[in-house]
């Protein structure tokens, strides 16, 4: 089992910037692929950037791309998505996720974290 915990996310102004870190323990070691999802209430969670655990290879939404990027620290069994030049339309819950391959589908992820807050005012 893979036990995963978020940090980061809040409030900030459009423009801002703003990392999320989810870290990893557990059977780490079966980590195939990393990924970010957001949320919003009621609806599906959307893909938003995905990652192989050792790096190497990284695919963002339409919208993440060019602000967003998606890393690894494997010393630390974090990944992290830095969120630049923030807009309102990127308020949602935001879900880091662990599975076998590199995947923007939610159901291929076995494993989430908790959920943050990410709130861009105008």
């Known amino acids: 089992q893979v036990y995963l915990v978020q940090t980061g996310g809040g409030w900030v102004q459009a423009g801002d910037s703003l990392r999320l870190s989810c870290a990893a323990s557990?059977?780490?070691?079966?980590?195939?692929?990393v990924g970010w999802f957001r949320q919003a209430p009621g609806e599906d969670r959307d893909f938003v950037a995905t990652s192989t655990w050792r790096g190497g290879a990284e695919y963002y939404s339409d919208s993440a791309k060019g602000r967003f990027a998606i890393f690894i620290d494997n010393s630390k069994n974090t990944v992290y998505l830095q969120m630049n030049n923030l807009r309102p339309e990127d308020t949602d819950v935001y879900f880091c996720?662990?599975?076998?391959?590199?995947?923007?589908?939610?159901?291929?992820?076995?494993?989430w974290g908790q959920g943050t807050q990410v709130t861009v005012s105008s």
């Open positions: 996720a662990a599975g076998d391959g590199i995947s923007a589908y939610p159901e291929h992820f076995h494993n």
């Open positions: 557990g059977r780490t070691s079966g980590i195939g692929a």
